[in-house]
């Protein structure tokens, strides 16, 4: 039977790992559960504020409801692209005036029957008409998001309720998928040790020797603080060169 896997698994997995990297069990290391859950914390946020794989593409519908010309998405929706709708004219019920060329027998008279009528170049000619009249009467959805409220305000005032619209968004992706990437959780574990590095060095700073017999013991916090930000800064330096898999940039013209 396959184990089981869930978020609260792989989380400690990674925990773990940064751990045991650090050699717990053979030193004595300063770190509580709290430090540890604050070092995968950074990592996970780091990731997603810094690499574009941290993102999905993805859609959604959204019922308009009457008088209703604002809606709050989920959490993970990140950003809106663009709003689509299978009707022209004012907002006022599932059963508004459909441009849907296919269920006009475009594609019988057209396409399928090109030799006798019509043709490509028909149908394009009639795919500019539908999109040029949407543009004139309504097609197309002005609309307004705010990423931190995640509300969306539809710029027009609905006057019936039950048409759908499909929402074309941007999205976290889920943590468990982040740490069921190998390219991904790996970054996310060697950036945690790093972090937790940076923060055992900050402690052992704070005393450079610890009284005992023979003039006491120095600490290396220093050593611990250089080694972790250099973990760190060099985990950085890959996402710029795209090892985790995200997209490159692509031209950009202006």
Not at 88 to 96: A, D, E, V
Request: aromatic share 12%; proline share 4%; with cysteine.
């Amino acid at each position: 039977m396959a184990e089981q896997t869930t978020l609260d698994i792989l989380k400690q997995k990674t925990i773990d790992y940064a751990r045991l990297q650090m050699g717990d069990g053979i030193v004595d290391l300063e770190l509580d559960p709290e430090h540890y859950e604050v070092a995968y914390e950074k990592a996970i946020g780091v990731y997603r504020q810094r690499a574009t794989n941290a993102y999905e593409e993805s859609y959604a519908f959204l019922e308009v409801k009457e008088d209703v010309n604002i809606y709050t998405l989920p959490q993970e929706v990140q950003s809106v692209r663009q709003i689509f709708r299978r009707t022209i004219g004012n907002i006022q019920g599932p059963f508004s005036s459909s441009f849907d060329p296919f269920s006009s027998a475009t594609l019988n008279t057209y396409l399928l029957n090109y030799n006798y009528a019509g043709g490509l170049a028909t149908y394009d000619f009639y795919t500019q008409y539908v999109e040029q009249a949407a543009r004139m009467f309504g097609g197309f959805v002005n609309y307004t998001f705010n990423p931190v409220t995640k509300q969306l305000q539809i710029v027009r005032d609905p006057r019936g309720e039950g048409e759908i619209f499909l929402l074309w968004t941007f999205n976290f992706r889920p943590e468990i998928q982040l740490l069921q990437d190998p390219s991904t959780s790996q970054w996310i574990k060697d950036y945690m040790i790093g972090n937790c590095k940076l923060i055992i060095g900050e402690a052992r700073e704070k005393f450079a020797t610890i009284a005992g017999p023979q003039g006491g013991t120095a600490l290396n916090g220093a050593q611990m603080k250089a080694e972790g930000q250099a973990i760190m800064d060099a985990k950085i330096e890959e996402l710029k060169n795209y090892v985790d898999g995200s997209a490159p940039l692509t031209w950009v013209i202006g």
